[in-house]
C-alpha cells in the first residue's frame, strides 16, 4: 500500500469517506469529462496534427510540416480578404447590437405599464435570429424585388430598385443588419444588471442636480461596466463565429465581400476537401481570437469598474 | 406636472411602439407573404395585409421534394432535438451535481476548465469532429448530431449547478444522516428540485439544437433524413427554382415549435438568461 494511504488510514472512517466522495465525484461529472476529451481535447489534438498535413478524407494525410500555415500567411488573398471582411463584421455588429441592447436595457428597467410585455417581444428577434427560416426570408427582405426596396420605391425615395445583398458596397450591411438585429439576449442581461445599481446612487445623484446624461455617464455606465465587458467578450467570440447567415443569405458574393472565415474555412473543408488546410486556418482564427479577446481583458482595467466588496 | 408626465409616458410607449413595429416587421412580413398569392408577393411587397389570405402555400409548401413531405423533416427535427435535450438535461444534472454537492479531489480545477471552454468558438473544431465521426462511419445518420449532446455541455452544467448551489445544503446532511449515499440524494432530494433550471436548459437545447444548421449540412446527406432546417435551405436554393411562398410558408411552420415553447415559458427564458448571461 502506497505510503500516504497508511498516512491516512490512522483517521479511518475519514479515508473511506474520502474514497467514496472522489469515486462518486468522478462518476458524476464523467459525462461532461468524457465528452471534454472526446469531443474537443481529442479533436484538437486531431486539428493540430491534420493542420501540418494535406488531407482530403479519402486518401491518408501526408506529412507537409508548417506549408499549409506558410501558404495562408504568404499566398493566399482569400484568407486576407475573410480576414478582413470578419474583422469589419464584428467590429460593427458586436457595438451595434450591444448599443441597442443598452438602450432599450435603460427604457425597460423603467417602473411602467407594460414593461415586462415589452421584454418580451423585444427578446423574440433575439430567439429566432440564428434560423434559418429567419435567413432566408432576410435574403427576400432585402432582395431586388423585397419589402426594403418595395417601400422606398412606392415612397419616393428611391427611383428604382436597388440589390442591397449584391451590391458589393451593401452586402455585409444586409448581415450586419440581421446581427444588431438580436440584440435580446445581452439587453436582458443588461436589464440584470441595472437591477443590481443600489438606487441610493442615483438618489444621491438627483440630490446633487445631476441632469439625466451625467447620471447615466457618471453612474449607470460605471456600475455596469462588468457586465457591459462580459457581452463585449461573448459577443465578439461569437459573432467571429457567424456561418449560417452568410451561407444561406449571401453566400460570400459579391466578390467574397461577405466571405466570413468561418465560411471560408467551410469552403476550404468541404467543398475543395482540404481538410489539413481548413484545420490550419481553423488554428490561425483561434490564435486571432485569443489575441482579440486577451487585448479586451487587457483593456478591462482602465474602463471596468469593479466595486470593492464592503467598501459602501 | 401631471399633464407633464402624461406627455412623458405617451412619448415613451409610443417610441417603444414604433420601434418595435419596425423591428418587429420582418417577423411580420414573413408571416404575411406566407398567406399571399405567388403573384402578389413580390409586388407591392412590403404591404402587410395580403389581398386575400390564402393557405395554398402552406399546402404546397408541406408537399416538400423528392417524394418526401415536410412533416417527415419536422418528424426528423423533433426525433433528433428531443433525444438532444434529453440527453443533454440528464448529463448536465448530473454533472451538475457532482461538481457542486460532492467534495472530491480535482473538483475546483476541472469546474474551472470547464468554465474556460465556454470562452473556446466551437466552430474551430468542426473539421476534426467531421473527421473523427468520419472514420467512425457515422455520416450520413443522427449519431453526430445526437451523441455529442449526451456529454453534458458546459452551458448547461453551469447553468443547472448555480440553482444547485441555491438549494440548502442541509437536506443533503438530513438525507446522510438518514443513511442516504451520494447517489441517493440526487435522485431524491436534487432532481426533484431542480426543474426550474432543468426546464431553461431544455428550452435552450431544443431550440439551439432545433435551429441547427452547421451540423445537419455537414452530416446528413440523404433527403429523407433531413431536418427542417436542412430543408429549408435546400427550399431555397438559388439554383433550383423556388416556390417562394410555399418556402415563406415552410419558414413560419419551421418557427412554430419556437414560438409556442416560448411564449410557455417565457418566464423561465427571461430568468435564465438574466441571472446566467447564457446564450450569446
Redesign the interface.
Known amino acids: 500500500m502506497r505510503p500516504y494511504f497508511r498516512l491516512f488510514s490512522a483517521i479511518g472512517g475519514k479515508v473511506k469517506r474520502?474514497e467514496?466522495?472522489?469515486?462518486?465525484?468522478?462518476?458524476?461529472?464523467?459525462?461532461?469529462?468524457?465528452?471534454?476529451l472526446?469531443?474537443?481535447i481529442?479533436?484538437?489534438i486531431?486539428?493540430l496534427y491534420?493542420s501540418l498535413t494535406r488531407?482530403n478524407?479519402l486518401s491518408s494525410p501526408t506529412w507537409v510540416g508548417l506549408e499549409n500555415y506558410i501558404k495562408i500567411f504568404t499566398k493566399d488573398p482569400r484568407f486576407v480578404q475573410s480576414l478582413k471582411v470578419t474583422g469589419v463584421y464584428v467590429a460593427t455588429a458586436v457595438p451595434l447590437r450591444l448599443t441597442f441592447a443598452l438602450f432599450l436595457a435603460v427604457?425597460f428597467s423603467?417602473k411602467?405599464?407594460?414593461v415586462g410585455f415589452?421584454?418580451?417581444?423585444?427578446?423574440?428577434?433575439s430567439?429566432?435570429g440564428?434560423?434559418?427560416?429567419?435567413?432566408?426570408?432576410?435574403?427576400?427582405?432585402f432582395g431586388v424585388?423585397?419589402?426594403?426596396?418595395?417601400?422606398l420605391t412606392?415612397s419616393g425615395i428611391m427611383e428604382s430598385n436597388f440589390g442591397w445583398i449584391t451590391n458589393p458596397r451593401t452586402a455585409l450591411w444586409s448581415l450586419i443588419v440581421l446581427a444588431a438585429?438580436q440584440f435580446g439576449?445581452p439587453m436582458?442581461?443588461f436589464?440584470?444588471g441595472l437591477k443590481q445599481i443600489p438606487a441610493s446612487l442615483y438618489e444621491v445623484a438627483a440630490i446633487d442636480g445631476a441632469n439625466w446624461w451625467q447620471t447615466f455617464t457618471r453612474i449607470t455606465i460605471p456600475m455596469l461596466s462588468p457586465?457591459i465587458f462580459?457581452?463585449l467578450?461573448?459577443?465578439t467570440?461569437?459573432n467571429?463565429?457567424m456561418?449560417?447567415q452568410a451561407?444561406?443569405i449571401t453566400?460570400g458574393h459579391p466578390f467574397d465581400r461577405t466571405l466570413v472565415y468561418?465560411l471560408y474555412?467551410?469552403q476550404r473543408?468541404?467543398t475543395y476537401n482540404q481538410?489539413g488546410y481548413?484545420?490550419a486556418l481553423?488554428?490561425v482564427?483561434?490564435v486571432v481570437?485569443g489575441i482579440v479577446?486577451a487585448l479586451i481583458f487587457k483593456s478591462s482595467p482602465h474602463w471596468v469598474y469593479y466595486e470593492s466588496k464592503g467598501d459602501l | 406636472m401631471k399633464t407633464r408626465r402624461i406627455a412623458g409616458?405617451i412619448l415613451?410607449?409610443g417610441f417603444?411602439l414604433a420601434f418595435?413595429f419596425l423591428?418587429?416587421?420582418?417577423?411580420l412580413?414573413?408571416i404575411a407573404?406566407s398567406l399571399k398569392e405567388h403573384s402578389e408577393i413580390?409586388r407591392?411587397?412590403?404591404?402587410l395585409i395580403p389581398e386575400t389570405i390564402r393557405l395554398d402555400n402552406y399546402v404546397q409548401g408541406w408537399r416538400g421534394f423528392g417524394g418526401n413531405t415536410f412533416g417527415l423533416f419536422f418528424k426528423n427535427s423533433f426525433i433528433v432535438s428531443g433525444i438532444s435535450t434529453f440527453g443533454q438535461l440528464?448529463?448536465?444534472s448530473?454533472?451538475a451535481?457532482?461538481?457542486t454537492r460532492?467534495?472530491?479531489?480535482g473538483?475546483k480545477f476541472?469546474f474551472a476548465?470547464?468554465i474556460a471552454?465556454l470562452?473556446?468558438?466551437?466552430?474551430?473544431?468542426?473539421?476534426?469532429?467531421?473527421?473523427?465521426f468520419?472514420q467512425l462511419g457515422w455520416i450520413d445518420t443522427y449519431l453526430p448530431l445526437i451523441l455529442?449532446h449526451?456529454?453534458?455541455?458546459?452551458f448547461f452544467?453551469f447553468l443547472i449547478a448555480q440553482f444547485i448551489r441555491g438549494i440548502p445544503s442541509e437536506l443533503d446532511e438530513a438525507a446522510t444522516i438518514d443513511g442516504c449515499?451520494?447517489?441517493a440524494i440526487?435522485f431524491k432530494i436534487i432532481l426533484p428540485n431542480i426543474k426550474p433550471p432543468i426546464i431553461t436548459a431544455g428550452i435552450f437545447s431544443f431550440?439551439w439544437t432545433w435551429?441547427d444548421?452547421?451540423g445537419p449540412?455537414?452530416y446528413i446527406q440523404t433527403v429523407e433524413k433531413y431536418t427542417a432546417?436542412?430543408a429549408?435551405?435546400l427550399?431555397?436554393d438559388?439554383n433550383s427554382v423556388t416556390n417562394?411562398g410555399a418556402?415563406?410558408a415552410m419558414?413560419?411552420l419551421?418557427?412554430v415549435p419556437?414560438f409556442i415553447i416560448?411564449i410557455t415559458f417565457?418566464r423561465h427564458?427571461?430568468e435564465g438568461?438574466?441571472?446566467t448571461?447564457?446564450?450569446?
Not at chain 1, 440564428?130 to 427582405?141: E, P
Not at chain 2, 449526451?150 to 458546459?154: Q, R, V, W, Y
Open positions: 474520502k467514496y466522495d472522489n469515486l462518486a465525484g468522478y462518476i458524476f461529472i464523467m459525462p461532461w469529462l468524457f465528452g471534454f472526446a469531443f474537443m481529442v479533436p484538437m486531431m486539428s491534420l488531407y478524407v427604457l423603467q411602467r405599464m407594460l415589452y421584454r418580451t417581444i423585444y427578446y423574440v428577434p430567439l429566432i440564428g434560423s434559418v427560416a429567419v435567413a432566408v426570408m432576410w435574403r427576400q427582405l424585388y423585397g419589402a426594403l426596396n418595395s417601400f412606392s438585429w439576449s436582458l442581461i436589464l440584470a457586465v462580459f457581452n467578450v461573448m459577443q467570440i461569437n467571429f463565429m456561418f449560417t451561407y444561406i453566400e468561418i474555412l467551410f473543408g468541404f481538410m481548413a484545420c481553423a488554428w482564427l483561434l481570437v479577446t | 409616458s415613451y410607449h417603444i418595435g423591428m418587429f416587421y420582418p417577423v412580413w414573413l407573404s413580390f407591392e411587397a412590403h404591404i440528464a448529463s448536465a448530473l454533472a451535481y457532482g461538481f460532492v467534495k472530491f479531489y473538483r476541472w476548465v470547464m471552454t470562452l473556446l468558438p466551437g466552430q474551430v473544431l468542426r473539421i476534426p469532429q467531421y473527421v473523427l468520419n455529442p449526451f456529454f453534458a455541455g458546459p452544467v449515499g451520494k447517489y440526487f431550440y435551429q444548421f452547421f449540412l455537414l432546417a436542412l429549408l435551405q427550399f431555397s438559388p417562394w418556402m415563406f419558414a413560419v419551421s418557427l419556437v416560448f417565457q427564458l427571461v438568461i438574466s441571472t448571461g447564457l446564450k450569446g
